[in-house]
């Protein structure tokens, strides 16, 4: 896909009063090595946000942050949290301000410090927090996800400072959130008791992918989410299994066969009521699937309808969890109970509440042989779609076709940053760009996670650029 003529009305290459486009690559460029070093750093502390792990790292994480941006030049730099609802503090958010100068708009530019667990490192070729160059990537936990973004933030903004000096009037806000990997559990609250603090008209939120190596996107549409459980009771308490088996089937064999109506025969979501769309513009081979999910030879892909829309537009159902006991410590029992955990991604247009009664009502609707179904709703999070028609959308794709010297694509993601909704819901007016640094073999929240360094290079530019223009534009 090409970015629309009415939303970027300089081809890639034309310039544009106000930003010297040579001034700042070349200032990019000679900040670059800097800017990995500095990742690198970042990439050492690991600052993870769940209950479980020491929270010591974390709050090096955000010193770490907070000692960067004062060195960009921003003085007002915040360390803050706000309490979950059992009391217990968040994760430490790093707030910096520099304020707009009259008639000039804000842009609120945000990240997050904090990362998912290393997991098993016998799967990393590498020490999961040294961050090691290999191939023009960067590997490391957090090297892409998303402490690139923080760091894609504070050089394009050193760049664009550099460039234009006294010229550059636009309202800059950084905000570097510190438990997102865990769920962002004080968001809401953080939004609302920062509200002004955090007002600003574009907001960029730098945590999404790229269409691929050498080809930027501006991420259009996110999935919704929402997840709960599904618990089958057959018994009363567990019975020998050679005694009564046979009259009447195990509670995991009874869960299992209940799991097995959330798909039709193709794989597509059973489930009555979702909303469902085929109407992407852009779409992926199966080749380029395959290779990007590392699909085994041999298994078929599941739907009906293009990948991509397979991917975005159209709901995607999971089990991610199953308790049952592990097989070294099984017995000859008939189990009175089993539970699974679901995971279902919503299509932009879904209510989440709507969806979450479709499942409930599936799943009592085709309790097997009679078995009680107790249904537990979990967490969820709304769908979001960019209004590519607007002046910072047209602005982020032009500066994203002029950094990678390709026209940018509008794509959506599978995935979910159910955050962005409250970000919509305190602020209705602003304009939200979901940007990012990660490609599709950047493994997020796997082993051997890592960054690109060219893109990672363009994506700085094509920030800098973005800020540049915005600047340059009236867009009150």
């Known amino acids: 896909m090409t970015p629309s003529p009415a939303a970027t009305p300089q081809e890639i290459g034309d310039p544009v009063a106000g930003v010297d486009s040579d001034a700042l690559r070349s200032a990019v460029s000679a900040s670059f090595d800097s800017t990995v070093a500095h990742l690198k750093d970042l990439v050492s502390v690991p600052g993870i946000a769940w209950p479980s792990f020491d ?3 974390l709050d090096r994480s955000a ?5 960067l941006v004062r060195n960009a030049g921003i003085a007002d730099v915040r360390i803050l949290r706000c309490n979950k609802e059992d009391g217990t503090p968040g994760g430490p958010a790093v707030v910096a301000r520099r304020e707009a100068a009259e008639g000039k708009p804000t842009i609120l530019l945000y990240a997050h410090h904090d990362v998912q667990p290393p997991g098993d490192e016998a799967l990393w070729d590498s020490e999961p927090f040294t961050a090691v160059e290999r191939g023009g990537r960067l590997y490391g936990r957090g090297a892409a996800d998303d402490k690139a973004g923080i760091m894609a933030h504070i050089a394009a903004y050193g760049a664009v400072t550099q460039v234009l000096g006294d010229d550059f009037g636009l309202g800059v806000t950084l905000f570097f959130e510190g438990e997102e990997e865990a769920g962002s559990p004080t968001f809401r609250t953080f939004l609302e008791t920062h509200r002004e603090l955090l007002r600003a008209d574009v907001i960029v939120v730098a945590d999404s992918s790229n269409w691929k190596v050498g080809v930027p996107a501006l991420t259009t549409s996110l999935r919704g989410l929402i997840d709960g459980t599904v618990e089958v009771q057959v018994l009363d308490h567990a019975v020998h299994s050679g005694m009564f088996g046979g009259p009447v089937l195990d509670a995991p064999t009874l ?6 109506t959330l798909h039709d025969a193709e794989g597509n979501v059973a489930v009555a009521g979702l909303v469902s769309r085929d109407d992407v513009d852009v779409d992926l081979t199966e080749a380029e699937y395959r290779a990007d999910a590392s699909v085994l ?6 739907g009906s309808g293009t990948i991509a829309s397979r991917l975005w537009t159209k709901p995607a159902l999971s089990i991610i969890g199953f308790d049952a006991p592990a097989v070294d410590v099984a017995s000859n029992t008939l189990l009175p109970r089993a ?9 932009p247009g879904q209510v989440p509440s709507e969806a979450m009664e479709a499942v409930r009502k599936h799943v009592e609707r085709n309790a097997p042989f009679g078995a009680k179904v107790v249904f537990t709703p979990g967490e969820s999070g709304n769908a979001f779609q960019t209004d590519t028609s607007s002046a910072a959308a047209g602005f982020a794709l032009w500066a994203l076709g002029e950094a990678w010297g390709v026209p940018a694509v509008e794509m959506g993601i599978g995935g979910s940053i159910p955050f962005i909704s409250d970000l919509t819901d305190v602020y209705p007016a602003v304009q939200i760009l979901v940007t ?3 490609d599709p073999d950047s493994r997020a929240h796997s082993a051997n996670e890592s960054l690109h360094l060219e893109d990672f290079r363009n994506a700085v530019l094509a920030e800098a650029l973005l800020l540049a223009r915005l600047n340059a534009e009236d867009m009150r």
């Open 55 to 57: 929270p010591a790292p």
């Open 255 to 260: 869960l299992s066969r209940l799991i097995a």
């Open 339 to 347: 539970r699974a955990k679901f995971s279902l991604r919503l299509a």
């Open 63 to 67: 010193e770490a942050v907070a000692a």
């Open 297 to 302: 030879d041999g298994v078929q892909l599941a």
């Open 436 to 438: 990012g640094v990660e």
